[in-house]
């Protein structure tokens, strides 16, 4: 028998409901949404999930999935608070660790799951929620929560400290990275650590190979989900009902894709021609998919990535979304790449290079990825897409052109890396991404000719675009 992780065995949570009595599961994601929630599972599952992130370094979304399937008695809703409890802790995360240090007594000889506890009820009442309900819902008694009613005094003790600690703290990340969100943003760093610690929207692309963004959202709409086109991205829907999107016939039928508006925007710069256009770093394939509906699935696409489970996602994805013009290779990690790549040289009208990063602009959707980032790692990370940028350029025909991206916050992982591959690429020039979004939207999302996109500034996740000519001989 599999041992729980975390949370009282089943034998001590009641007696035992014989089957035909137990609630039958929420099959409909909008429906019971006014019952109450069964507080003591959703904290047991919360519990469980939480501390296979905190306490076993799983990845949150794979904690959550597996806690969920197979906590399989929970209704939706309770599902989703489960799910927004974890990741509103996930956030702040520093943040109420520091102000359990200062409200509660002894709080570092406590267990790892009263902590816990404790860590909820404190995230919970940051998230707004009445301090009475906290206690109530959470089985703490009055005496041992009487301080959550002063953590304003807590918050008051944290801004005594000096400027860069309290801004890691507030923000929820690590030291090294406070220090470079200040040195590149300076007073506006506060508001990108205030943004990447909301959850953030839940956005769609459409996909023209199956409709207009206008016929997808009348689809979505008779489903009962209610949409708004997005700001910034032609092709963007913000889905505002909470349902699980997955489940949507308009999702199976390909209409839409979930992807954020910020990297549909990086999709655009692609602007890819109906003839040979490489995705370098396909991963699940999101962007080559969009790249296949600017191309009219005329031409060829090469997705290209190292994890084979990956581009096995993609395959599925293409049949659904009706997309026939994709090629999937599977490359070498190494310089073996350079050798299963040379038929490619110079053959290819756009070669788009969305290099794996610190992922530092993600972390509204992935917050536990800032606990993990050292600062070897982001070197790491800066070293390999130096090298990335430069194996994929080879594969950029004269006159082509060649698209760098990463959904990373940071200079370094952006601006640096394109002033070191021009320094040793003459061959390659910059030029204004302008063209590809037009005037109006390049005035709001552009610097020095470059895509920057920020969380605080435009409601997306942080996105970095260079597009790079290659001189014609």
Same mark, same amino acid.
């Given at each position: 028998?599999?041992?729980?992780?975390?949370?009282?065995?089943?034998?001590?949570?009641?007696?035992?409901?014989?089957?035909?009595?137990?609630?039958?599961? !929420?099959?409909?994601?909008?429906?019971?949404?006014?019952?109450?929630?069964?507080?003591?599972?959703?904290?047991?599952?919360?519990?469980?999930?939480?501390? $296979?992130?905190?306490?076993?370094?799983?990845? =949150?979304?794979?904690?959550?999935?597996?806690?969920?399937?197979?906590?399989?008695?929970?209704?939706?809703?309770?599902?989703?608070?489960?799910?927004? %409890?974890?990741?509103?802790?996930?956030?702040?995360?520093?943040?109420?660790?520091?102000?359990?240090?200062?409200?509660?007594?002894?709080?570092?000889?406590?267990?790892?799951?009263?902590?816990?506890?404790?860590?909820?009820?404190?995230?919970?009442?940051?998230?707004?929620?009445?301090?009475?309900?906290?206690?109530?819902?959470?089985?703490?008694?009055?005496?041992?929560?009487?301080?959550?009613?002063?953590?304003?005094?807590?918050? &008051?003790?944290?801004?005594?400290?000096?400027?860069?600690?309290?801004?890691?703290?507030?923000?929820?990340?690590? !030291?090294?990275?406070?220090?470079?969100?200040?040195?590149?943003?300076?007073?506006?760093?506060?508001?990108?650590?205030?943004?990447?610690?909301?959850?953030?929207?839940?956005?769609? %692309?459409?996909?023209?190979?199956?409709?207009?963004?206008?016929?997808?959202?009348?689809?979505?709409? =008779?489903?009962?989900?209610?949409?708004?086109?997005?700001?910034?991205?032609?092709?963007?829907?913000?889905?505002?009902?909470?349902?699980?999107?997955?489940?949507?016939?308009?999702?199976?039928?390909?209409?839409?894709?979930?992807?954020?508006?910020?990297?549909?925007?990086? /999709?655009?710069?692609?602007?890819?021609?109906?003839?040979?256009?490489?995705? $370098?770093?396909?991963?699940?394939? /999101?962007?080559?998919?969009?790249?296949?509906?600017?191309?009219?699935?005329?031409?060829?696409?090469?997705?290209?990535?190292?994890?084979? %489970?990956?581009?096995?996602?993609?395959?599925?994805?293409?049949?659904? &979304?009706?997309?026939?013009?994709?090629?999937?290779?599977?490359?070498?990690?190494?310089?073996?790449?350079?050798?299963?790549?040379?038929?490619?040289?110079?053959?290819?009208?756009?070669?788009?290079?969305?290099?794996?990063?610190?992922?530092?602009?993600?972390?509204?959707?992935?917050?536990?990825?800032?606990?993990?980032?050292?600062?070897?790692?982001?070197?790491?990370?800066?070293?390999?897409?130096?090298?990335?940028?430069?194996?994929?350029?080879?594969?950029?025909?004269?006159?082509?052109?060649?698209?760098?991206?990463?959904?990373?916050?940071? %200079?370094?992982?952006?601006?640096?890396?394109?002033?070191?591959?021009?320094?040793?690429?003459? !061959?390659?020039?910059?030029?204004?991404?302008?063209?590809?979004?037009?005037?109006?939207?390049?005035?709001?999302?552009?610097?020095?000719?470059?895509?920057?996109?920020?969380?605080?500034?435009?409601?997306?996740? /942080?996105?970095?675009?260079?597009?790079?000519?290659?001189?014609?001989?």
């Amino acid at each position: 028998m599999k041992k729980r992780a975390l949370g009282p065995p089943r034998r001590d949570r009641g007696p035992k409901v014989e089957k035909k009595d137990r609630p039958k599961r !929420d099959k409909d994601p909008n429906s019971l949404a006014n019952r109450a929630l069964r507080e003591d599972l959703v904290m047991l599952a919360c519990l469980e999930a939480y501390g $296979a992130v905190r306490h076993d370094g799983r990845l =949150a979304d794979r904690a959550l999935d597996f806690t969920l399937r197979r906590d399989k008695h929970l209704y939706s809703q309770e599902r989703r608070a489960v799910a927004e %409890r974890v990741y509103a802790l996930l956030r702040k995360q520093r943040l109420v660790d520091y102000l359990a240090d200062v409200k509660v007594k002894g709080f570092e000889a406590l267990v790892s799951s009263r902590k816990d506890i404790y860590r909820f009820a404190i995230s919970r009442v940051l998230e707004g929620e009445d301090v009475s309900l906290v206690v109530q819902t959470q089985g703490m008694p009055g005496t041992d929560a009487s301080w959550l009613k002063t953590l304003s005094h807590g918050r &008051a003790k944290l801004m005594e400290l000096p400027e860069l600690e309290r801004f890691a703290i507030e923000a929820s990340i690590p !030291d090294f990275l406070a220090v470079k969100l200040l040195a590149e943003l300076g007073t506006e760093a506060r508001l990108v650590g205030d943004a990447m610690n909301k959850r953030g929207p839940l956005c769609a %692309r459409t996909n023209p190979l199956k409709g207009t963004r206008e016929e997808v959202q009348r689809l979505l709409e =008779a489903e009962g989900v209610k949409v708004s086109p997005t700001l910034l991205s032609p092709f963007g829907l913000i889905l505002e009902t909470r349902t699980n999107v997955y489940a949507l016939k308009t999702f199976k039928d390909g209409y839409f894709e979930v992807q954020d508006e910020g990297s549909q925007l990086l /999709g655009m710069l692609v602007d890819a021609p109906p003839r040979k256009v490489i995705d $370098a770093c396909a991963g699940a394939g /999101g962007k080559a998919l969009q790249l296949a509906a600017q191309m009219k699935n005329r031409g060829e696409i090469y997705a290209l990535d190292v994890e084979e %489970r990956r581009l096995e996602d993609l395959k599925l994805r293409a049949r659904r &979304a009706g997309v026939h013009n994709v090629r999937i290779q599977v490359i070498a990690q190494g310089p073996e790449a350079e050798e299963q790549l040379v038929k490619l040289n110079g053959q290819a009208e756009r070669v788009l290079v969305d290099a794996p990063c610190s992922g530092s602009g993600t972390y509204r959707r992935k917050p536990d990825a800032r606990y993990r980032l050292t600062e070897a790692m982001l070197a790491e990370h800066v070293e390999k897409q130096k090298v990335l940028i430069a194996r994929f350029a080879k594969l950029v025909k004269p006159g082509g052109r060649l698209i760098y991206g990463t959904c990373s916050l940071l %200079r370094e992982e952006n601006e640096g890396v394109i002033e070191h591959f021009l320094a040793s690429h003459p !061959d390659f020039q910059l030029t204004p991404a302008t063209p590809w979004l037009g005037e109006a939207l390049a005035a709001q999302t552009t610097r020095e000719g470059m895509l920057r996109l920020y969380p605080h500034r435009h409601d997306t996740d /942080g996105f970095f675009g260079a597009v790079l000519v290659r001189k014609a001989k």
